[in-house]
């Protein structure tokens, strides 16, 4: 082996790192597209604690012979999971647009 070749297949790191989210550049997004990307967080938030609620409920009313509504499951669980989760994603997403905006002036 050469001195110079342990580190050929190793990518470094630059001082210049981007945040990436499943590829998407998330320093890089616009007014409009982080008002898109937080609300598709929100409203996925809303549904996998539904589908959990639901699921759930299911269980519990399985086990205990009780009968709760399975409307519970979107006023209390789904909706405010998804509330909380879309202003918890604009807020990170607009910092990070105010952020981009004020560095470039």
Do not use: C
Request: hydrophobic share 50%; charged share 10%.
């Amino acid at each position: 082996m050469t001195p110079g070749s342990q580190e050929e297949g190793i990518p470094r790191q630059t001082q210049e790192a981007k945040a990436n989210l499943f590829g998407v550049p998330m320093g890089d997004l616009g007014w409009f597209a982080s008002l898109l990307m937080g609300a598709a967080v929100g409203f996925s938030a809303f549904f996998a604690a539904t589908f959990v609620g639901i699921f759930g409920i299911l269980i519990y009313n399985s086990t205990t012979h009780q009968n709760v509504d399975l409307a519970l499951s979107y006023a209390r669980g789904g909706l405010t999971v998804g509330v909380i989760t879309l202003m918890a994603a604009w807020g990170y997403l607009g910092t990070l647009w105010v952020k981009r905006i004020t560095r470039k002036s």
